[in-house]
């Protein structure tokens, strides 16, 4: 005898319905959409068959039959354990159900094949857009739904290979404010703490601290750079290796907040006086302790101009790619300290 644990029940079908309400699936079809050529009481009959077997109507075929959109927008995200993606998702959500759109998000781990794979299917289910922060530089996946005619817009990092509107924040323009302001306090061996290479705004942010150390007359140094840092244990283990230098730095640039709190577990472990400051602001910054200067900017309107410029898109499908960038400021929490 089979043994049926653990699978789910079948979904009721509109014959399933119509068999209930010893009706035809078509006067069921009718019935559901109000149709007025389905007698009160027949209408009646069949939505109590249709609530006693919990039948639900496919929305999304039915609104493709009538050569309407899915109602879905997908958005991918590179590591839905960041809060920054939390945060981007419900501005941009706060924006499309307004619209009477659905927000479906596809979580890629940085993974260019799942990123690839995730757009396909979007694409497959006839998505109404797509808003994406593509894991590397290759988005000729993108680039074909776009083709294709699925309004694409980026978020945080820009378009590469084809024209796409994006809304991107001021990466270099934050890590410049922020290492300045270390170097200001009279540090000199700033450590910087960074994501992987290929990603865009790990690199802007890389250029812009080292911009602020050449403009201040310091020559950067390799040794004092640690990149592709995507969790916080990793982060806590590259900080480490630099505070064990034998001419440590005497304070730490991240490129986000999870290479920021990892640097801060490694400093409370070392008993450190070192100087801290990041890219992205996060819950319980002002509890943590220590000096710490974070580059901040409104991610809930980073989603909100995305969402914006997806639904301009679907409504008007020409134009020139429009790219907008979100400004940013220094926020400090604790008492600030100088190098030894």
């Known amino acids: 005898m089979p043994d049926n644990r653990g699978t789910r029940p079948a979904q009721p079908t509109l014959r399933d319905v119509a068999e209930r309400a010893a009706v035809s699936a078509m006067t069921v079809s009718r019935a559901l959409r109000d149709d007025p050529r389905v007698l009160p009481a027949t209408r009646d009959r069949v939505r109590a068959a249709a609530t006693e077997l919990g039948?639900?109507?496919?929305?999304?075929?039915?609104?493709l039959r009538l050569g309407k959109g899915s109602g879905l927008v997908g958005l991918i995200v590179t590591n839905l354990a960041n809060p920054f993606y939390s945060r981007l998702a419900l501005g941009v959500d706060s924006v499309l159900r307004t619209q009477g759109l659905k927000t479906v998000i596809g979580n890629t781990a940085q993974d260019p094949a799942a990123e690839r794979s995730l757009v396909e299917d979007l694409?497959?289910?006839?998505v109404d857009g797509i808003i994406a922060v593509p894991a590397g530089p290759d988005q000729r996946h993108l680039a074909t739904a776009a083709a294709e005619g699925v309004p694409v817009v980026l978020a945080s990092r820009p378009p590469e290979g084809f024209d796409a509107d994006c809304v991107l924040v001021d990466d270099f323009g934050g890590a410049k404010d922020a290492t300045?302001?270390?170097i200001a306090?009279?540090?000199h061996r700033i450590g910087f703490l960074g994501s992987p290479t290929a990603v865009y705004t790990g690199t802007e942010r890389l250029r812009g601290y080292r911009a602020a150390?050449?403009?201040?007359?310091?020559?950067?140094?390799?040794?004092?750079?640690r990149q592709g840092q995507q969790q916080t244990a990793e982060a806590a283990r590259a900080a480490a290796g630099l505070l064990s230098l034998p001419a440590p730095p005497t304070a730490l640039f991240c490129s986000n907040n999870r290479n920021t709190i990892g640097a801060f577990r490694a400093i409370s472990a070392a008993g450190t006086r070192t100087a801290l400051a990041g890219f992205d602001d996060f819950e319980l910054a002002d509890a943590l302790g220590l000096p710490l200067t974070l580059v901040d900017y409104d991610i809930d309107e980073l989603g909100r101009q995305a969402g914006r410029m997806l639904v301009d898109r679907t409504r008007e499908r020409g134009g020139a790619p429009r790219r907008t960038v979100v400004p940013t400021h220094l926020v400090e929490y604790g008492t600030t300290t100088t190098p030894d």
């Open 123 to 126: 694409v497959a289910r006839r």
């Open 213 to 225: 150390l050449t403009g201040a007359g310091i020559t950067p140094d390799d040794a004092y750079v």
């Open 185 to 187: 306090r009279g540090h």
């Open 55 to 63: 039948y639900r109507p496919n929305e999304v075929a039915r609104s």
């Open 180 to 182: 300045e302001k270390l």
